[in-house]
């Protein structure tokens, strides 16, 4: 029986099939599922076999209460990881790669044919608020802070996140939070 063949639980992200849906949670930041092939090719095969699956009709994403999305030097520790590891391996540089993996990443809730719902609760990284923003629907619960951690960090904002943050805002509100605000709570989006 096709049912339980989504079902993946591994330090990152869970896969559950419950009736009709397919409950993604992100564990940990999801740039951890870009940082590793392993990972990324695990994520991208677990939505090709929800999209082809004929049992399930629709996909919620949530983040775990667990993922503290302001973690900033959790998400230096990252980049740096990623940098170093494609620095010392002589691979393409590692913003390409990062680049390319949110791309595929997206890629693949911008192609999946079921509807796709973003379940957002407490503190939210600007990865993923970026990705809920690709999806159909999105809930944020009342308590709900959005942290964009690149502001304080001097980097560049995640591409995903400003490209669809100004078709939902606007170009001049989205300008402005993504180069003056560290964090906004779900009533100020």
Same mark, same amino acid.
């Given at each position: 029986?096709?049912?339980?063949?989504?079902?993946?639980?591994?330090?990152?992200?869970?896969?559950?099939?419950?009736?009709?849906?397919?409950?993604?949670?992100?564990?940990?930041? +999801?740039?951890?599922?870009?940082?590793?092939?392993?990972?990324?090719?695990?994520?991208?095969?677990?939505?090709?076999?929800?999209? #082809?699956?004929?049992?399930?009709?629709?996909?919620?994403?949530?983040?775990?209460?667990?993922?503290?999305? *302001?973690?900033?030097?959790?998400?230096?520790?990252?980049?740096?990881?990623?940098?170093?590891?494609?620095?010392?391996?002589?691979?393409? /540089?590692?913003?390409?790669?990062?680049?390319?993996?949110?791309?595929?990443?997206?890629?693949?809730?911008? #192609?999946?044919?079921?509807?796709?719902?973003? *379940?957002?609760?407490?503190?939210? *990284?600007?990865?993923?608020?970026?990705?809920?923003?690709?999806?159909?629907?999105?809930?944020?619960?009342?308590?709900?802070?959005?942290?964009? +951690?690149?502001?304080?960090? *001097?980097? /560049?904002?995640?591409?995903?996140?400003?490209?669809?943050?100004?078709?939902?805002?606007?170009? +001049?509100?989205?300008?402005?939070?993504?180069?003056?605000?560290?964090?906004?709570?779900?009533?100020?989006?």
């Amino acid at each position: 029986m096709e049912k339980n063949s989504i079902d993946i639980e591994n330090d990152v992200f869970s896969c559950k099939q419950t009736d009709e849906i397919a409950f993604v949670t992100f564990k940990q930041n +999801p740039l951890e599922i870009l940082a590793s092939v392993e990972l990324k090719d695990e994520f991208i095969s677990t939505f090709s076999k929800i999209d #082809n699956s004929r049992e399930i009709r629709g996909i919620v994403i949530t983040n775990s209460t667990e993922y503290i999305g *302001g973690n900033y030097q959790k998400l230096k520790r990252i980049i740096s990881d990623i940098v170093e590891t494609l620095i010392y391996e002589k691979r393409r /540089p590692a913003i390409e790669r990062l680049k390319n993996s949110t791309e595929q990443l997206i890629s693949l809730f911008i #192609n999946i044919t079921k509807p796709t719902v973003a *379940g957002l609760n407490g503190d939210i *990284g600007e990865t993923v608020f970026g990705i809920s923003l690709a999806c159909d629907f999105r809930y944020a619960a009342s308590n709900t802070i959005f942290h964009h +951690p690149t502001v304080k960090l *001097g980097l /560049p904002t995640d591409g995903v996140l400003a490209f669809y943050l100004v078709n939902y805002i606007g170009l +001049p509100r989205t300008l402005d939070i993504l180069s003056t605000k560290t964090s906004l709570t779900a009533p100020e989006v």
